[in-house]
């Protein structure tokens, strides 16, 4: 369907490089294409190390624990399930000092919980 519309629209956006060549794979000519990642600049303003400071408390973790964050919607397009097991061989090696925090919702959001509760990682995944 992509390949067929996409002469229908002045450009195809892609938001990352992969999606870029995985259009050309589809046979979507690169004179179609555009690359704008998407994301957020979410700087706050004041003090970097203040803010993380405060973030990190406000969340309960110490300054010695790696959190690890994600902002996505939870479908399997974004391949969360790949980031959990990943995470989980990551919290193997460092034990009560990892965390992973999570912020998003979507259709995967039960089969995800029930992921973590197989990988032994309920409590460390928020």
């Avoid at 300054?63 to 097991?85: E, F, M, N, W, Y």
Wanted: hydrophobic share 45%; aromatic share 4%; net charge positive.
């Amino acid at each position: 369907m992509e390949a067929a519309l996409s002469g229908a629209c002045e450009k195809a956006i892609t938001v990352s490089q992969f999606e870029y060549e995985h259009a050309l794979g589809l046979g979507i000519s690169a004179r179609w294409l555009a690359i704008i990642p998407n994301g957020k600049n979410v700087l706050l303003p004041g003090d970097p190390v203040e803010i993380r400071k405060k973030l990190r408390r406000a969340c309960g973790f110490s300054d010695d624990v790696v959190v690890v964050g994600c902002v996505a919607r939870l479908t399997p397009q974004k391949a969360i399930d790949h980031l959990l097991s990943v995470f989980g061989r990551l919290f193997r090696d460092l034990g009560d000092k990892a965390r992973l925090l999570i912020v998003g919702d979507g259709e995967l959001r039960a089969a995800l919980r029930r992921q973590c509760a197989e990988l032994g990682l309920d409590g460390v995944v928020c």
